[in-house]
């Protein structure tokens, strides 16, 4: 441990801190500011952007043996507040930049680094910026923000007013197509909202903290589970697998079309018998802090026989392939196809440009940024909540 200045948003504070930690987490879980979010924990997505001695820098991969003495840091919270908005919050909003709003704090924290050293962007210019800080978004595909930050920069040049840019009630108050701020905006654009990583924040400190021991091969028969060693580690308080699942050990509600070639009770809670993703949950572990438990996590042992691994869809939909879940097709669920008029006289003619050939892509419909979490507690009923 080691004491460190930091002045985060001009205001000096003392911080006892390991060096191994990042400043992320000293941020977030010391000091409380959880407008700065972690993401990946990667430095791959920008969610947790600050800036770090006038340089935008992913916190999240920054230790803190590397940031300096009375370093200056700023966060969202730094940059304006819900009564004293800066032009890039304002603009966010009335662009509607901040739609789920987790990317915000780090886009807007990004793109005042680039306006303190860039007054006078191109688009492409800002583009570029987001590129390089590998702030990423899954909500917005990217127009608005650039929209947003190009707005902010004429305001901050005096070329537009605060006024231009803050949305005005239609006289015959119809919204619907209009700029009309989501009503979360102010919050989004401050760092005020509060996400499920941010509630753990503020949980009191007897706060068990559970992680997962997962799967790290895609297709297997589970011959059993130790969790003998994992239960003697620091902190540890239980290990949990799907022997404690009471009642059945199954979930559903994800996959319920009428017509599909299963119950729907495909799923188990925690893998009992089979592995069939990569990254399926075989055991929870609960501990002290999450360090504790993640490192617990990593001593559960999986005694596994290994079955082929379907890669993709057709690879499963192979004459040859095995059930992935045993007593259900592989080919799952098929949709009715509607075809239309016979396409051969069009691929027959030779003036036509024809190509041809098998596409396939992924099934995640969008970049996961923000981080699952849950919480329960016993109320004062004895109720799990
Ligand atoms: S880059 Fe830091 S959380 Fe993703
Ligand atoms: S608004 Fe960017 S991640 Fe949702």
Redesign the pocket.
């Known amino acids: 441990m080691e004491t460190k200045t930091l002045v985060v948003n001009g205001i000096p504070r003392r911080v006892m801190v390991s060096p191994d930690a990042t400043l992320v987490d000293v941020l977030r879980n010391q000091l409380q500011l959880t407008s700065v979010k972690v993401g990946c924990g990667q430095g791959q997505c920008g969610a947790c952007t600050v800036i770090l001695d006038g340089k935008v820098t992913r916190a999240c991969i920054v230790k803190m043996r590397r940031v300096p003495e009375n370093a200056a840091v700023t966060t969202l919270e730094g940059i304006g507040t819900p009564d004293n908005l800066h032009p890039l919050q304002v603009s966010w909003m009335y662009h509607g930049?901040?739609?789920?709003?987790?990317?915000?704090p780090g886009?807007i924290v990004s793109a005042k680094g680039l306006l303190d050293s860039n007054p006078n962007p191109s688009r492409e210019d800002v583009r570029d910026w987001f590129q390089k800080h590998h702030n990423?978004?899954?909500?917005?595909g990217y127009i608005p923000?650039v929209d947003a930050v190009m707005d902010a920069a004429a305001v901050l040049r005096g070329e537009k007013t605060l006024d231009d840019i803050t949305f005005k009630m239609p006289a015959d108050g119809r919204v619907f197509g209009s700029r009309l701020p989501r009503p979360s905006a102010v919050a989004?654009v401050t760092g005020l909202a509060e996400y499920g990583a941010d509630a753990a924040v503020h949980m009191p400190p007897e706060t068990l903290h559970l992680a997962l021991a997962q799967a790290k091969v895609s297709h297997a028969n589970i011959k059993g589970i130790d969790t003998s060693e994992a239960e003697k580690m620091p902190g540890v308080v239980r290990v949990l697998t799907h022997k404690d699942v009471k009642g059945k050990n199954r979930i559903t509600g994800l996959i319920t079309f009428a017509d599909n070639k299963g119950d729907g009770w495909d799923r188990p809670i925690l893998n009992d018998t089979k592995v069939f993703q990569y990254g399926d949950a075989l055991a929870i572990v609960c501990a002290d802090s999450e360090e504790h438990a993640r490192a617990a996590a990593e001593k559960v042992k999986f005694d596994l026989e290994l079955l082929p691994e379907y890669m993709s869809a057709p690879e499963a939909m192979a004459p040859d392939a095995i059930e992935i879940h045993p007593g259900t097709p592989n080919i799952y669920y098929e949709p009715h196809i509607e075809k239309g008029e016979d396409t051969k006289p069009y691929f027959d003619d030779p003036n036509n440009v024809v190509v041809e050939d098998s596409f396939y892509t992924q099934r995640q419909p969008h970049?996961n940024?923000?981080p699952d979490v849950g919480y329960g507690y016993l109320n004062e009923e004895g109720k799990l909540v």
């Open positions: 930049a901040a739609q789920c709003g987790f990317c915000t886009f990423v978004c899954r909500c917005t923000l989004k970049l940024i923000e």
